[in-house]
């Protein structure tokens, strides 16, 4: 973690994942900026490499890595109170909604799902999460 500090206080931690998550772009995993966590948004990456599969394998991928993260930033799905979903085609919300669910209970985070002409490295969908730093 790499933290950023203004008069001596903690402003920012930089998050990263030790597995799973790699991007060639110029951003952090997360950042845990006093007790929340920000994560990038993620798409099906796997070891720097879109996976090729059904979509319901791509939206794992995208959970696991969100989990990834979560968990280098101290914190877990159950800590997470928002959520944003980007996809490029609204048909596969029910798919998306199904796999949430697993990872993901009551009481549900706050979220929104917003369809876009198009998202990095083709990817067909795209998720951000704020989650409370656990006191673990």
Do not use: H
């Not at 914190?75 to 596969?92: A, E, P, R």
């Amino acid at each position: 973690m790499k933290e950023t500090r203004c008069m001596g206080e903690e402003l920012k931690t930089k998050i990263e994942a030790k597995k799973g998550v790699v991007s060639a772009a110029p951003i952090s995993d997360g950042i845990l900026a006093g007790n929340l966590l920000f994560t990038s948004g993620q798409v099906c990456l796997k070891d720097g490499k879109m996976i090729d599969g059904s979509i319901e394998e791509q939206i794992s991928q995208v959970m696991k890595n969100l989990k990834c993260i979560l968990e280098a930033g101290g914190s877990g799905f159950s800590d997470v109170v928002k959520t944003t979903i980007y996809v490029t085609d609204l048909s596969i919300a029910p798919k998306i909604n199904e796999i949430y669910r697993t990872y993901l209970s009551e009481p549900f985070p706050a979220r929104e799902m917003v369809c876009v002409k198009e998202l990095p490295l083709g990817a067909k969908l795209e998720i951000s999460m704020i989650a409370i730093k656990s006191k673990k």
